[in-house]
Structure formats: C-alpha cells, structure tokens
C-alpha cells in the first residue's frame, strides 16, 4: 500500500495541547501548489486510552463541529490520562461549502471507507484515518446529525455487531454518552462506512444523530458536549464524573422501520418527531404540486413505534427517505 499523502503539523506523542492541521496537497486552477488544510487538535497526558472525535464527516451536520470547536478551545491536558485527537470537520471541504459531500469530488466521506491513498481527495482523507488515526484510537465517537435533508430525535446510536464482547463495551459507551434516546441502528446503506472500518478494527466506535435542518440547536449542542465529555471521563480519559440522565433505549429491528417516498410533491407531516405511533396511522401527505384539486397520496405506519427520524424539507422525491420508525428496545 502506497504512503498516505497527508502530512500531519501535530505531533501525535508529545504531551501537551497542540493546534495544527492534517495537510492534504491539492493542485487546482487557484492554487498550483495548493493544500487541504484540515484543522486537528491533539490533547495528551501521559498514558492511557486514546480517544478519535470527529465531526462534519457530512458537511452539513453541525453539532459535531461546535462541540469539538469548544472542546478542543477549552481541553485542558492535566485533566487527561492519554490522548484525545480531535477533528472538528472531517470532510473539510464539505464543511466549508456547508454540503453533506465535497465540492471537489462529490464524495461522501462516509461512503468513501477504506479510502485509497491515490484516490480522490475524499478518499485520501479517508484512507488516512482508516490506516493513521483510527488503528491509534481505542474508541472513536463520530458526531452526526440529520444535514439538510432530515431531523431526529437526539440520539446517540451503535450496532448490532457479531462481536458480542466488542458489542457490549460500545453499549457501556452508549450508556455513558447519554442522549435523551439511544439506538440500536438499522443502516440501509453501509457499505464504505467509517463505522465500519472501525468496528472491524475491534475498536469501540459511537455515532449520534443529534437533530438536523441542516443547522444545531441550543439543546443539540449541549447534548453533544455533554456526551462528548460523559465518553471520555467513561473511558478513564477525562477526569470527573460521568452525568447520566434518562435515555430511553430504542431498536430497528427490521426494514419495514423505514419508509421512502414512491412520489414526487408537496411533503405533509402528520405526526411530531418522538410521537408513539400504531401500525396504519397516518404519518404523512404527499400533495401534488402542479395542480389544485386533487387528493394527497397517504402514508401509514408500517409498525408500531415511535417516530424518530422524518424528511425535513417542504418538498420531497420519490425515493428520499420520509420517515423512520424505532421501536422501544426489551
């Protein structure tokens, strides 16, 4: 496998806080010898656990980047046992053009896993995180929201995973981050994910979807920034207690948790995210756009639950995902 073409400025095994970039050579129209500057903080004191939080791994989901922006402003090494690498926007470009994949390549970064280093500029940057920072890590947190196009309830989720003991320390994590709702999550597309080149590295890996609209809330923030501090005192990072709150364990146990739209029009929720909904309620209208006077095509839960994921914007396409439906876990 060829060398990684990124260049880091930090020093990964230094004590102390350092501010830097993971450098990615880019030659383009407006810069020959140009650069993908990606910001990067490192925090380390001594020996102990390895902690990777990353945000913007979509460029449009905003919780990630603040709270890592506040925690790498304010982390303070002596409160640290080990090393913390944060990475506010892990699809930089992305992130800059406030898009869930890049304006470069169009890649979607969390896609894009296991990345190849003479790929695309989001394949780069993937690739190094698969072979430099992830193997580093002994737990990676990847903060997501819904972008643009979705909202959720705020919660932080992990997988099913054939490892049952690898399983059973990422739910430990899970317990500890402590989001209003935490999830079993049923991934409809995870080929090239960074999830799951993580898990199969054996590391802990915790994910979140915090809200959406393509900004962050007040609540949404906080709750990343609490979580955020809640994993790293778990892992014996951080001093401090770990500050638990009411979570209420949800599972996706099968497809029929998801709807798609099979219409093109006028999108109409029927039911607030965090609703308990039976099986054959109206959950939503779709309503024709060109034309007056004609019914709205109706769609029904599929199963009973509580909805926790919806289509965001007014207007929606066949095939975009309109409603997810979790079901409470035991």
Not at 195 to 221: K, M, P, Y
Request: hydrophobic share 40%; glycine share 10%.
């Amino acid at each position: 496998m060829k060398p990684s073409p990124i260049s880091a400025t930090v020093d990964f095994d230094k004590d102390g806080v350092q501010h830097g970039f993971l450098r990615l050579p880019y030659s383009r129209d407006d810069s020959a010898w140009g650069s993908v500057m990606i910001p990067i903080t490192v925090a380390r004191n001594g020996k102990g656990p390895t902690a990777l939080l990353t945000g913007a791994n979509h460029g449009d989901e905003y919780e990630g980047p603040v709270a890592l922006m506040d925690l790498a402003y304010r982390i303070d090494p002596a409160k640290l046992s080990g090393r913390v690498i944060i990475v506010p926007a892990m699809n930089y470009p992305a992130f800059r053009a406030a898009t869930r994949t890049s304006p470069i390549d169009r890649g979607n970064m969390n896609r894009s896993f296991p990345g190849r280093p003479d790929g695309t500029v989001t394949e780069k940057i993937a690739d190094y995180f698969e072979r430099i920072l992830a193997p580093m890590a002994d737990l990676v947190v990847d903060i997501h929201a819904g972008g643009k196009t979705l909202d959720f309830l705020p919660f932080a989720c992990i997988h099913h995973l054939p490892d049952k003991a690898l399983e059973k320390r990422c739910r430990a994590a899970l317990r500890a981050f402590s989001a209003p709702y935490s999830v079993m999550l049923l991934e409809i597309d995870s080929v090239g994910m960074f999830d799951n080149s993580v898990e199969a590295q054996g590391r802990i890996f915790l994910s979140t979807e915090l809200g959406g609209g393509g900004s962050s809330s007040a609540r949404s923030n906080a709750i990343a920034k609490r979580g955020l501090s809640n994993v790293l005192i778990h892992a014996g990072i951080l001093k401090g207690e770990v500050e638990t709150s009411l979570s209420i364990m949800l599972d996706m146990p099968d497809g029929d948790c998801f709807t798609f739209s099979e219409h093109d029009g006028l999108f109409e929720i029927c039911a607030d995210l965090g609703a308990e909904v039976k099986q054959g309620d109206l959950l939503a209208k779709i309503w024709p756009v060109d034309r007056t006077g004609v019914a709205p095509v109706d769609y029904h839960a599929k199963r009973d639950g509580i909805l926790t994921a919806r289509h965001f914007p007014g207007l929606i396409k066949s095939g975009d995902c309109m409603l997810v439906i979790a079901v409470r876990e035991g």
